[in-house]
């Protein structure tokens, strides 16, 4: 019925005329403030639900990190917090199979495979799974429903508006900030979260309107009904404070982006193995919830989202290292039982509670110095949701906005940048890829299959227009002019590739002075090459990744002689005949 409804407006004669009369601009602020209204209110839904119903259910087992008694009164999280999980997967095995696990990996996958396409009940049940799994104490957080409800939000008003796949991809996006930034009230890390959070080392820079838009649309649902208080009080440290504890911030980032290693492997074996038994999907999130309540009784610091742990350590209550320690690694096991069995629930906020608490504990043991454990737990914090993630400015801008830490911006770059280091390729979201090249969206499977059919040498120019090193800025102006070329290969005397240089390097210089400033000292010299017998795919590749219009093809790499030059539109011409033969 729902279907019926969005198809039948859909073809309506007023979103005809809407996406017909309006410029680009105007179009992508009035649907980013449509999504940012819709996913703040889901953020908002599914945080009141957490809120209303978490106290109720597991609020008497806060308290404590740890059950050092053995206390048999806390043995009732075993079974509530496996009820969780199999209510999680009735619902996602019968009402949403899109919904079961961490759901930013899902969207993720979507916007590289799938078309950017995300039904529109998602939306509705990922929320109702996702509250139950962590009111009951499942060890999750809101980050992942609410950015696949956002993001199935922004799919289905771009199916109804009738706009392009590369457009419902930005709104995709759209509705993955504006949810984050309702539920975090961090605006403007959700904003680089959903420009980050596709690639491992690219950004998704074409998404900054409707994702600007929808974030701080979200923020203002958010504040309007929630209030605008931060999640978290952060300490204060003075520069002074940064030069002198410097050691203890890189120590931290190194030991979170190996915590981050180890959480990402151990979630995805938990997950592997879960996958390979046999038993209904529906009884998977069930046992994965009997291990995690089994853990809870033992730990009850990791129910639910667990942010009274960290509240406590950026206030300064002090706790022994070796139970933050203990707190830290069944956090890990009970979030990979919990949603990497396919429970409904993120993995941020996980992170966050993984992140601050093993970074405390690191404090304590090697400094004994607990006024360094605030400071040492926000940074930590977000040091492992960089490495982890492999989000680093997103982590670090999300995590001031929620504690308002300001000063430790400084150590917190630190730590980052040794954090990513250490933490490898590992990501705890599986579906990214390196960078736009690499994403089959933007390089399709049946273009590549294609392209890798072809040689640079078929189609490459050979009869190619050339500088020499000596020739002046003004020469290659004129020489512009003449052919319409926007750069040119710069050749030595022995027929060799030198350099390129073009119109944009010549924009450095004064005008006046073009005559007087040589080829060579303007020209670019880390070339971008291709040869012969590379394929059109491998020319496209480089053409993409290192953003050039053009490549020069050298006879081989040794000699660096130039024999041709290829350019994206021989690549097109050449996909296009390819094409025609085969159909």
């Not at 590369?166 to 504006?178: I, K, N, Q, T």
């Not at 539920?183 to 074409?206: H, N, S």
């Not at 043991?365 to 492992?384: R, Y």
């Not at 929620?402 to 490898?424: D, E, F, H």
């Amino acid at each position: 019925m729902l279907r019926r409804w969005l198809d039948a407006l859909a073809k309506s004669v007023w979103v005809k005329r809407v996406t017909g009369s309006l410029r680009d601009i105007e179009l992508w602020i009035i649907l980013g403030s449509i999504v940012g209204l819709l996913s703040g209110l889901a953020g908002v839904a599914l945080t009141l639900a957490i809120e209303h119903i978490s106290p109720m259910l597991i609020g008497g087992a806060h308290g404590a990190l740890v059950n050092t008694g053995l206390d048999p009164g806390l043995l009732w999280v075993i079974p509530l917090v496996a009820l969780g999980g199999l209510a999680s997967g009735l619902i996602t095995s019968f009402l949403a199979p899109e919904a079961e696990g961490h759901g930013t990996d899902y969207v993720i996958e979507s916007i590289h495979r799938r078309k950017a396409e995300l039904r529109a009940r998602v939306a509705v049940w990922k929320i109702i799974a996702s509250s139950i799994l962590i009111s009951t104490g499942g060890s999750a957080g809101k980050e992942g429903p609410i950015a696949q409800s956002g993001a199935s939000i922004g799919s289905t008003i771009a199916m109804i508006m009738r706009l392009t796949k590369v457009e419902r991809r930005l709104l995709v996006l759209a509705g993955v900030a504006g949810g984050i930034s309702s539920v975090f009230k961090a605006p403007l890390g959700a904003v680089i979260f959903a420009l980050e959070v596709p690639y491992k080392r690219d950004i998704e820079a074409e998404a900054v309107t409707p994702i600007a838009v929808s974030s701080f649309t979200g923020y203002l649902v958010s504040t309007q009904i929630l209030g605008g208080s931060t999640l978290f009080n952060a300490p204060t440290i003075t520069p002074e404070g940064v030069y002198r504890h410097l050691w203890i911030f890189l120590a931290i980032g190194l030991f979170t982006g190996l915590l981050a290693r180890l959480f990402v492997r151990t979630f995805y074996w938990v997950a592997d193995r879960v996958s390979m038994l046999r038993l209904h999907r529906a009884l998977k999130p069930a046992l994965g919830g009997l291990g995690a309540g089994l853990i809870a009784f033992l730990v009850p610091g990791v129910l639910g989202q667990s942010y009274w742990v960290v509240g406590e350590i950026l206030g300064g209550t002090v706790y022994p290292w070796g139970l933050l320690l203990a707190l830290t690694l069944a956090k890990v096991l009970a979030t990979s039982l919990s949603v990497g069995s396919g429970g409904s629930g993120g993995v941020f906020g996980p992170s966050i509670v993984i992140g601050a608490s093993g970074s405390a504990a690191l404090a304590m043991l090697l400094t004994g110095d607990p006024s360094l454990v605030p400071m040492a737990s926000l940074v930590g914090m977000m040091a492992f949701l960089a490495a982890a993630g492999k989000v680093p400015l997103a982590a670090i801008v999300m995590a001031v906005e929620m504690s308002r830490g300001y000063s430790m911006i400084a150590p917190a770059i630190a730590a980052v940048a040794v954090s990513t280091l250490a933490s490898g390729g590992d990501s705890i979201y599986r579906s990214q890829v390196d960078t736009r090249v690499d994403s089959p969206f933007y390089l399709g499977l049946e273009l590549r299959q294609i392209l890798r059919k072809v040689r640079v040498r078929q189609v490459m120019t050979t009869n190619v227009i050339t500088v020499k090193p000596s020739q002046t800025l003004l020469d290659v102006l004129r020489l512009i002019g003449k052919t319409g070329h926007r750069g040119f290969p710069v050749v030595d005397e022995e027929g060799r590739v030198v350099g390129m240089i073009t119109e944009r390097d010549i924009a450095r210089y004064d005008r006046t002075k073009l005559d007087k400033v040589r080829v060579e000292e303007a020209m670019t010299r880390h070339l971008v090459v291709a040869t012969p017998d590379e394929t059109l795919d491998d020319a496209m590749t480089k053409i993409i990744r290192y953003t050039v219009g053009r490549l020069p093809v050298v006879e081989d790499l040794d000699t660096m002689r130039l024999v041709g030059i290829v350019t994206p539109r021989d690549i097109l011409r050449a996909y296009k005949a390819l094409e025609a033969t085969i159909e």
